[in-house]
């Protein structure tokens, strides 16, 4: 055997597993979400435009103890009391496992008072909407209504 040939274990160590790649995430739209987190923000919304695959979803941007409150407000008047603070209870449960974030920025984006455009151009609204910001193609300031 030469030098340059390499044995069979020397092989599968090499074609064990990918690497996984995640999208890049838009570190200013990031970066904002971070901004309506925080406490002394809470409150604060921004009109925003998101594009996404399928559409567009415009809307007050919130930070997610706003989307929770408002979720369980929305949940409470359409008559399902039950999963009221559930989001609250489960992160709880977590914290207390010992379950902790593996990156401080958010992943997630909140929006209130949501209007959605699909592809057959149909405009659907909701009170909250929720979506992955790896999902998010592109952005900008001001809501449509």
Do not use: C
């Not at 999208?23 to 309506?36: E, I, K, S, Y």
């Not at 559409?55 to 409150?69: K, Q, T």
């Not at 409470?76 to 207390?96: D, N, P, T």
């Amino acid at each position: 055997m030469t030098d340059s040939e390499e044995t069979p274990q020397e092989n599968e160590e090499q074609l064990k597993y990918p690497d996984v790649v995640e999208p890049v995430l838009d570190l200013d739209l990031r970066l904002l979400v971070l901004m309506v987190n925080t406490e002394e923000n809470r409150g604060t919304s921004v009109s925003i435009t998101l594009h996404v695959p399928g559409g567009l979803v415009s809307g007050e941007l919130i930070g997610r103890e706003d989307y929770l409150d408002r979720l369980d407000r929305v949940a409470s008047g359409a008559g399902m009391s039950g999963i009221v603070g559930f989001r609250r209870k489960a992160a709880e449960v977590l914290r207390e496992a010992g379950v902790r974030k593996t990156d401080d920025l958010p992943r997630w984006i909140h929006l209130q008072d949501a209007a959605v455009v699909g592809p057959n151009g149909r405009l659907l609204t909701f009170p909250v909407w929720r979506g992955r910001l790896a999902d998010v193609a592109g952005w900008s300031l001001g809501a449509f209504r």
